[in-house]
């Protein structure tokens, strides 16, 4: 009896420092990937900086849990200073627009993963806004006027799609007066409150909360609108590894497909996360050569 109980001690004993090692390398493991530099999420900014943190806050915790590492939420204030962090290589994903996306891939060799789905499409139109009342009707009466592109020169929609736009319509640039908000929800303010003729945006501005919260968005109107082009991109920096990257893909172009991440896409104002390939930004790269002369 003595030597089966003896037996059965040293069977639990072995059990017990077995389990033991198994929790100690796991703590190990935890221990290492908390160890590692926190993964930075540059958001461009589209809409002001209190407002890209509550929106995509959530994402990067979720992330965070999901990859066992720390992800950390960055914006700016500006579109350039947002551009001087890119070119430095300072975020390891970053959601930008397509002109910073195709600069950026050739200069500095980003990769796209995805692209954006909102109100349940993934392409969007550049556009010029003007008030309804505002007796613009057409193109040749923007003539001398001033128009006020959301966001700076380096915006895809809101400038250069926009300036393309008015160009392909019969009036050249320097016919007109051009100034820049500093992101394009502020250009449709500036037509809304007649303080400029017309805006420069893209096609579902007057969709977005930020915009209809604040004016009667009925009151505005698309005097033109482009092309329906690939939805503003999400990419990696050349230094992540293919295996961090994939994961990253998967598991933001899944949200969809499970209630917490309909949350968050829901919170992040989108639709879903889809799956993107460089060559759907060819029809960026043509406009941008017809108004730049820039070859990306």
Request: charged fraction near 25%; include cysteine; proline fraction near 3%.
């Amino acid at each position: 009896m003595k030597r089966k109980n003896s037996m059965k001690v040293q069977k639990v004993s072995l059990m017990s420092l077995c389990l033991l090692l198994v929790l100690g390398n796991l703590i190990t493991i935890r221990l290492a990937y908390s160890a590692e530099e926190p993964l930075l999420m540059g958001i461009f900014p589209r809409r002001n900086a209190l407002i890209t943190h509550e929106l995509y806050r959530p994402l990067a915790k979720y992330l965070s849990v999901k990859l066992n590492r720390k992800v950390k939420l960055v914006t700016t204030k500006d579109f350039k200073s947002f551009w001087k962090n890119v070119t430095k290589k300072k975020y390891d994903i970053v959601h930008y627009n397509q002109y910073h996306y195709i600069i950026s891939h050739k200069k500095y060799g980003y990769r796209v993963i995805l692209k954006n789905e909102e109100f349940g499409k993934s392409t969007i139109a550049g556009s010029i806004v003007v008030r309804k009342d505002s007796g613009i009707h057409s193109v040749k009466d923007l003539k001398g006027k001033t128009v006020v592109f959301g966001g700076g020169p380096k915006a895809m929609q809101s400038y250069i799609v926009a300036r393309y736009l008015l160009e392909q319509n019969g009036l050249a640039h320097g016919n007109y007066q051009e100034k820049f908000s500093i992101n394009p929800p502020n250009a449709i303010f500036a037509a809304f409150y007649k303080q400029s003729a017309a805006a420069g945006a893209g096609d579902v501005i007057l969709n977005l909360d930020v915009v209809t919260k604040k004016i009667d968005a009925k009151q505005m109107k698309y005097l033109l609108q482009g092309p329906q082009l690939v939805h503003l991109p999400w990419a990696v920096k050349p230094s992540m590894s293919t295996t961090l990257s994939n994961t990253i893909q998967s598991l933001l172009s899944k949200l969809h497909k499970t209630t917490e991440g309909k949350k968050l896409l829901k919170k992040a104002k989108l639709s879903g996360l889809i799956i993107a390939n460089d060559d759907e930004f060819d029809g960026h790269r043509k406009i941008v050569k017809t108004v730049y002369n820039e070859d990306y």
